[in-house]
Each structure stands twice: as C-alpha cells, then as structure tokens.
C-alpha cells in the first residue's frame, strides 16, 4: 500500500512551453502532497506544500507564479512548469501523506519515483 | 540554519561487507532524523528513524543507525551488504510537527561482487 506515482517520468520540451506534472497517490487519500526539486548530486529542496482544495504554501525563494500547484482531488496534485526556461530543468518529485495519518507526522510522507525535466 | 550534511558521495563496498554511511546534521531544535533510500525509477522508501528513546534503531532490510547527540550524527550501518542494496541513501531531519524534511545530498550505494 501507499503508493504514489508521477506523470511523466521524464520530459523534454522547448524553452518558452509549459509543462505539467501529475502526482498521484494511488491505493490512499492524501489531504498533503509536497513537491521537491531535486538537482544533481544536491539535496532534496521542498518546494511548495499543497493541501486538497486551498492554495499551495510555497517555500521562500520559489516563485508561486512560475511553478503552478493544484490539488484538487485527495488524489491527485499537479504540478505546473510555466514557461520553462532551461534553468528549471531538474528532477521534481512529490510525496504525499495520507489522511487518516497523525496530523503533523513528519514520517508519513510517500514519495513518488520523481520526473525528468530537460528544457532546452 | 538546518542542513544535513553526508559527506560521501560515492561507497562501494564488496557484496558482503560491512556498511557505514555518514550523516552529520545541524537543527536548532530537538532533531527527528530519518534514512530514505531511493532505487533507480522508485519512490524514497523510508528505511528507519529516530525520534527519542534508544538512541540505536532498527529499520528494515537489515539496516541500523544509531543517533549521536555529542557528534550530531545519525549514521546508518549494515553487518553485511547484498547486491541488492545498491541505490542512493539520503539522511532527513524534520520537526516533530510540521512537514518540512530538511535532506542531505544523497550517497550513492555501490556493490561489488
């Protein structure tokens, strides 16, 4: 149980497109989901924490219009890259936590096996 | 400032083998400390964690990790390394309450036969 997958695994697209992400928690209800950037041979860096139905909380220094969150269903977040430059080109992944877990557990994240974003 | 710090990159090990990979971390608060390992095309897979009690924890697939207040550090260690057990390890820590997972950089696992 608790899994989690992402849509794409790995997408390439052109300088100036917008690309989404899907983040899908499969066998549970995720009231959470986190986004995280990931560059090469660097940390984990979360991004924005989402609940389902109101806005995403966005970490300092990420910018709210560039990288789109949706969590509209218990199931389901999306992440959007707007006009992706090659900059943003990383590896995203997102983790959810489920909504019959402790509230506040750091623990109870499930993570998903992340996305390949080339912009060139 | 948080940071977690592993300071190997790369470890290869004989299959076999004992295990040791650092994580030194830094927090201003009661640390919660995690191992996650994530396998080529897979999610991060939560291999123990450390919260209060015994500062030595037992995780899954054999592996431990004992918790040093003294050193700050969090170390993971296994008697004896399977092939399997190659992929990257990344050392965590958070709050008690609240989501944010401060990681480390990652060590990347790899077995030799």
């Known amino acids: 149980g608790a899994v989690v997958s992402q849509h794409p695994s790995r997408v390439i697209c052109k300088s100036g497109t917008s690309v989404k992400i899907e983040c899908r928690s499969l066998d549970f209800q995720a009231t959470t989901m986190f986004w995280y950037r990931q560059f090469p041979k660097q940390s984990l860096m979360l991004m924005a924490t989402?609940?389902?139905?109101?806005?995403?909380?966005?970490e300092q220094g990420v910018e709210k219009d560039k990288f789109l969150i949706n969590h509209a269903s218990l199931t389901l977040s999306t992440l959007t890259v707007t006009s992706a430059h090659p900059e943003d080109s990383s590896f995203y992944i997102c983790?959810?936590?489920?909504?019959?877990?402790?509230?506040?557990?750091?623990?109870?994240?499930?993570f998903g096996p992340g996305t390949r974003l080339t912009v060139l | 400032a948080q940071s977690v710090t592993q300071p190997d990159i790369h470890i290869t090990v004989s299959e076999g083998a004992s295990l040791e990979l650092r994580c030194n971390y830094s927090?201003?608060?009661?640390?919660?400390l995690f191992w996650y390992v994530q396998s080529p095309g897979q999610g991060l897979q939560l291999l123990l964690k450390y919260f209060s009690g015994d500062t030595l924890v037992q995780g899954i697939k054999g592996f431990e990790a004992e918790f040093k207040r003294s050193q700050s550090s969090f170390n993971l260690r296994k008697p004896s390394v399977h092939w399997s057990d190659a992929a990257e390890y990344f050392c965590?820590?958070?709050?008690?309450?609240?989501?944010?997972?401060?990681f480390g950089a990652g060590t990347i696992l790899r077995v030799k036969s």
């Open positions: 965590a820590v958070g709050p008690k309450y609240g989501n944010k997972l401060v």
């Open positions: 927090y201003g608060a009661t640390p919660y």
């Open positions: 983790s959810a936590r489920g909504a019959g877990d402790y509230i506040s557990s750091t623990d109870t994240q499930y």
């Open positions: 989402s609940n389902e139905g109101s806005k995403a909380t966005y």
